[in-house]
C-alpha cells in the first residue's frame, strides 16, 4: 500500500510540476478538489471491517491495552518522533530551499519523484533484509541515511546537486517506513495491529508534523536553512540511538501477548 503511495506522489509530481511551471500554482486547488472527490467516491466503495474485541478487564480501550501489552512500545514511538520530526522538516522546507537556490516547480517536482520513485523498490528491498539484517539494524541505518540527506541540503548549492541527492533519502525513508510497520507487526498480537499501526502513524506525521513544522518555520525564517537541515539531521540521528536501544532485533519480541496458533483442519 505505501509502495503505491509513493508511486502515485511520483507521477503527480512530475505531471504537475509540468503543470504549475507553466500555469502557475492557480489550478492546485481545482486539482485537490478533482482528486478529493474521486477519492471520496473510491473509498466508499471499499468495505469496512469488524472492529476488534478487546480484553474486557482493560479499560481505555485498545490503545491503553497496546502499551499494557508492550512496555517497550513509548520508547520505540519516541524513537519515531525523533526520526520523523527530521524527516518532516526536510519534506516541508526542501522545495523552499530549491526555489532560494534558484529553481521552481518543475525543480521541486523532480526531486520529490525522483526520491519518491526509489522508495518503491527499496520498500520491497527492505521488507527481504529485515529477517537478514533485523529491525533495529534496518531503523538505524536507515535513520543515518536520511540524517546524511539532510545535512547535504543544507549545504549543497544548486537544485540539481539537491536532486542528485534524492536517491539517498528515498532508500533511507523506504527503510524507516518498513521498520516502523514491522516493529509494529512483530511486538503486538493480531487484535491490536490496527491500534499498534494507527500510533506509528499518529507519530510519524501527526506529532512530528506539528514539531517540525512549527519549529522548522521558525527556525528557518530566523538563523535559515543551514541551521534548519543540521538540527533535523541531529535529530534523525538521536532517532537511531534511541531506535537502537528500543527496536526489536531478530529474536521473538520480549513482552508481547503471543496469539494462540492455529489449529489445522479447526
Known sequence: MRALTSASFAVASVALGLVYGVAGYGPAALVFGVFGVATAIAGGRVPDLGRATLAAHRRGGAIREAFAVQ???????????????????????????????????????????????????????????????????LFGASALLYAVSLALWGVLPSPEAIIVSRPV???????????????????????LQGSGQALFTITATGVAGVLANIGGGLVYGGPGAGTLFAIAAGLAVAGAVVGWTALPDRGAPSGARPEPESVPGA
Do not use: D, K, N
Not at 514511538?77 to 526520526?83: D, K, P, S, T
Not at 528515498?170 to 510497520?181: D, T
Open 71 to 137: 512496555p517497550a512500545l513509548p520508547r520505540i514511538l519516541v524513537a519515531i518522533g525523533l526520526v520523523y520530526s527530521g524527516v518532516l522538516a526536510g519534506f516541508t522546507f526542501l522545495p523552499l530551499r530549491i526555489v532560494e537556490l534558484g529553481g521552481g516547480a518543475p525543480e521541486v517536482a523532480i526531486a520529490s519523484a525522483v526520491s519518491a520513485a526509489v522508495e518503491i523498490g527499496a520498500m520491497v528491498a527492505a521488507g527481504r533484509l529485515v529477517p537478514r539484517i533485523g529491525l533495529r539494524v
Open 169 to 191: 533519502s528515498g532508500v533511507g525513508y523506504a527503510g524507516l517506513w518498513i521498520a516502523g510497520v514491522m516493529t509494529i507487526q512483530r511486538l503486538l498480537p493480531a487484535h
